[in-house]
């Protein structure tokens, strides 16, 4: 049987670096890491996004099974014996708890990514393919949510922060943050708290 793949899971507002910092990370890291990310799918073309444009299809009923999906195909992958790296926003705490208790189990290193609010605004607008506000709107909610076992600033260089992450990664411990979040009772997620049962 092939051994189940281990996980960096980087979690950070639109525009904080999150490639950026995954792709420094999958340069360095010792082993063949595969990075992986919504972004990737989007821009492959796996979208129907012309019938998205033209409004024949609403993203907005596609979007929960999507993001249901991929949550799925990073247990598949890792279930293949992938080593990943993943960028993702954990949008609500329902959806960070669905995650953890999905990946529970498997070697996940979960990261958070900050950035002031002021640098997300300016690279949202510098890069010119996000819609304006969405740094904004993450950057409010996205790790209030969430435990970590590293957190980094999305200001300081990206080969500086991925020498640090892995040095962190190399001496993880159990349990892992997404172990913890996977026993937070969902009553509690609902209203706000975030306390195991």
Same mark, same amino acid.
């Given at each position: 049987?092939?051994?189940?793949?281990?996980?960096?899971?980087i979690?950070?507002?639109?525009?904080?670096?999150?490639?950026?910092?995954?792709?420094?990370?999958?340069?360095?890291?010792?082993g @063949?890491?595969?990075?992986?990310?919504?972004?990737?799918?989007?821009?492959?073309?796996?979208? @129907?996004?012309?019938?998205?444009?033209?409004?024949?299809?609403?993203?907005?009923?596609?979007?929960?099974?999507?993001?249901? %999906? !991929?949550?799925?195909?990073?247990?598949? !992958?890792?279930? %293949? %014996? /992938?080593?990943?790296?993943?960028?993702?926003i954990?949008?609500?705490?329902?959806?960070?708890?669905?995650?953890?208790?999905?990946?529970?189990?498997?070697? +996940?290193?979960?990261?958070?990514?900050?950035? @002031?609010?002021?640098?997300l605004?300016?690279?949202?607008?510098?890069?010119?393919?996000? @819609?304006? %506000?969405?740094?904004?709107?993450?950057?409010?909610?996205?790790?209030?949510?969430?435990?970590?076992?590293?957190?980094?600033?999305?200001? +300081?260089?990206a080969?500086? /922060?991925?020498?640090?992450?892995?040095?962190?990664?190399?001496?993880?411990?159990?349990?892992?943050?997404?172990?913890?979040m996977?026993?937070?009772?969902?009553?509690?997620?609902?209203?706000?708290?975030?306390?195991?049962?």
């Amino acid at each position: 049987m092939t051994a189940a793949g281990r996980i960096i899971l980087i979690n950070g507002a639109s525009s904080a670096g999150k490639t950026t910092l995954a792709r420094a990370v999958q340069a360095k890291i010792d082993g @063949p890491f595969l990075h992986y990310s919504i972004d990737h799918l989007r821009d492959s073309g796996v979208l @129907p996004s012309g019938r998205l444009k033209t409004r024949e299809f609403r993203w907005a009923q596609m979007r929960e099974a999507f993001f249901d %999906g !991929f949550e799925r195909s990073v247990v598949g !992958f890792a279930a %293949g %014996g /992938n080593d990943l790296i993943v960028d993702h926003i954990m949008e609500s705490r329902a959806w960070a708890v669905r995650f953890a208790r999905r990946l529970a189990g498997l070697d +996940v290193f979960f990261v958070g990514l900050r950035c @002031p609010v002021e640098e997300l605004e300016r690279r949202e607008r510098a890069r010119g393919d996000r @819609p304006l %506000g969405d740094a904004r709107r993450d950057h409010q909610t996205v790790h209030g949510y969430c435990l970590y076992d590293a957190e980094f600033d999305g200001t +300081v260089q990206a080969d500086a /922060n991925a020498e640090r992450l892995i040095a962190l990664w190399l001496a993880r411990l159990r349990p892992s943050a997404i172990e913890k979040m996977a026993m937070w009772d969902l009553d509690n997620v609902a209203r706000g708290e975030t306390r195991g049962a």
